[in-house]
């Protein structure tokens, strides 16, 4: 699979975002798509993902309540919205691609996108 991101960039505390996974080279609703971030000096750390053949997604802990994955088959691509966003949430957001349903595990995921900033400062 082939994934590009898009849709970072700098937004003020408690500000909202959007970010975009395209998807190419693979069948699309056969795959699981995971949103992840990566932080300075800090580990990986995996955010939701979304099965796309059946819709059925997961959130980590720290995201639950804020951020939303939606798929579009249509265009092969999964969104992250991402509302009320802090300055902790300043990161790396990569997307990732694996066959068949989700798993919170970053290894389980094959293909990675190039990663898009995201900047949460005022």
């Known amino acids: 699979a082939h994934l590009v991101e898009s849709g970072g960039g700098l937004v003020q505390p408690g500000g909202s975002l959007r970010l975009s996974c395209k998807v190419s080279?693979?069948?699309?609703?056969?795959?699981?798509i995971g949103w992840f971030r990566q932080a300075p000096g800090k580990e990986r750390e995996g955010l939701s993902c979304?099965?796309?053949?059946?819709?059925?997604?997961y959130y980590g802990d720290s995201v639950k309540e804020r951020f939303t994955i939606s798929s579009d088959i249509t265009r092969s691509t999964v969104d992250l919205q991402m509302h009320s966003l802090k300055p902790e949430d300043t990161a790396i957001y990569y997307c990732?691609?694996?066959?068949?349903?989700?798993?919170?595990?970053?290894?389980?995921?094959?293909?990675w996108g190039q990663g898009t900033q995201v900047t949460v400062s005022s």
């Open positions: 080279g693979v069948s699309f609703e056969k795959y699981a």
């Open positions: 979304i099965f796309n053949n059946d819709g059925g997604s």
């Open positions: 990732a691609s694996k066959w068949g349903i989700c798993y919170s595990d970053d290894y389980e995921f094959d293909d």
